[in-house]
Nanobody, 122 residues
């Protein structure tokens, strides 16, 4: 069993910054891709950024140059540094990790966190 716990959300003014964290725990053998997604009210969940275990990153066009994804493999944690926040960044942010457990290795499965609210006021 794998659990993902997010933290770092909150209320910030436009132009401000927030740093999200997502820590994975459980019987983990390997974490492949880690990523952040978001869902605004009335909209579908969308990709924000991903990072592979080789530190290759990918970003949605809407956040390029403002958000930075990183990971600490020793802590099984992925981060999302969000700068120059805009009201349209307001959403619930979810982390997702592709995890091989000690039972399923090398097969991996996707796990989701519970989400953390980010609200950007204008």
């Amino acid at each position: 069993q794998v659990q993902l716990v997010e933290s770092g959300g909150g209320l910030v003014q436009a132009g401000g910054s927030l740093r999200l964290s997502c820590a994975a725990s459980g019987s983990i053998a390997r974490i492949n891709v880690m990523g952040w997604y978001r869902q605004a009210p009335g909209k579908q969940r969308e990709l924000v950024a991903t990072i592979t275990d080789g530190d290759t990153t990918d970003y949605a066009d809407s956040v390029k140059g403002r958000f930075t994804i990183s990971r600490d493999n020793a802590k099984n944690t992925v981060y999302l540094q969000m700068n120059s926040l805009k009201p349209e960044d307001t959403a619930v942010y979810y982390c997702k990790s592709s995890v091989s457990t000690v039972v399923t290795f090398p097969r991996s499965y996707d796990y989701w966190g519970q989400g953390t609210q980010v609200t950007v006021s204008s």
